[in-house]
């Protein structure tokens, strides 16, 4: 779990992005929304660059867990029985995206990463293809 200053920092960085580009938004800003002095910042992230790395690579690690969590426990039988909406690893997916809403849609918003979406449309094609390839198999 995140600790106070780094819920700041991703608050205040949230915030920013909604309303002005990553380019334009400065250590000195994310500082100023959050409340916290530059040290505390730097003892943090490098960076902006960092920042924005770390919740990217964070976001992409867990929806990549989740989707091939996904992945492992369908099998053809369960699909035609309960349906893919029954599985407690959908509601997980569910949760996560709703807890991450703001960061998810400010990274995929006008002022986000571009090369973010790409990112997680392979992360989400290869947990598809994973998971076809899994219930072939056991189909077989």
Known sequence: MANSTEVKIKAA??????QTSFEQVT???ITRAAHINR???????VD???LLTSYEDDLASQLDQLLHELADSLTLESLR???IYSLNTVASIIEFVANEFGLIQVLFGPNGDPKFEPRLRRIVKDAISTAVYHIKARAS
Do not use: Q, R
């Open 13 to 18: 960085f949230v915030g920013l992005l909604n």
């Open 48 to 50: 902006k660059y960092a």
């Open 27 to 29: 250590i000195s800003d």
């Open 81 to 83: 029985t309960n349906g």
């Open 39 to 45: 040290g505390t910042f730097y003892l943090h992230y």
